[in-house]
Nanobody, 115 residues
Framework: VQLVESGGGLVQPGESLRLSCSAS????????MSWFRQAPGKGRELVAI????????TFIASVKGRFTISRDNAKNTEYLQMNSLKPEDTAVYYC?????????WGQGTQVTVAS
């Protein structure tokens, strides 16, 4: 299993970013995928999850209505569209292949929101 995130960077408050996670080494369309984030000095928290057929769930109240998780099974890629970014969204964002018995992680991509 290999998960490679991209799309992070430094943006100003109110701007947008789209994170991508390219997956390989497994049948992508069979599994739930998710995004986690870890802010400095804090634990890793689940941001959103998407089922193989596309149904989604968002787990952080502060990002509801601003962040959207999606996937393209033909491209073996999941996305996190992040709009109206706030300084408190600053974190390392991790792609995660969610399985009942284990989790596989990408290396993470840094998102920094600062003016």
């Amino acid at each position: 299993v290999q998960l490679v995130e991209s799309g992070g960077g430094l943006v100003q408050p109110g701007e947008s970013l789209r994170l991508s996670c390219s997956a390989s080494g497994f049948t992508f369309s069979n599994y739930y995928m998710s995004w986690f984030r870890q802010a400095p000095g804090k634990g890793r928290e689940l941001v959103a999850i998407i089922a193989s057929a596309g149904s989604t769930g968002t787990f952080i109240a502060s990002v509801k209505g601003r962040f959207t998780i999606s996937r393209d099974n033909a491209k073996n890629t999941e996305y996190l569209q992040m709009n109206s970014l706030k300084p408190e969204d600053t974190a390392v964002y991790y792609c995660c292949n969610w399985r009942s018995e284990t989790r596989y992680w990408g290396q993470g991509t840094q998102v920094t929101v600062a003016s």
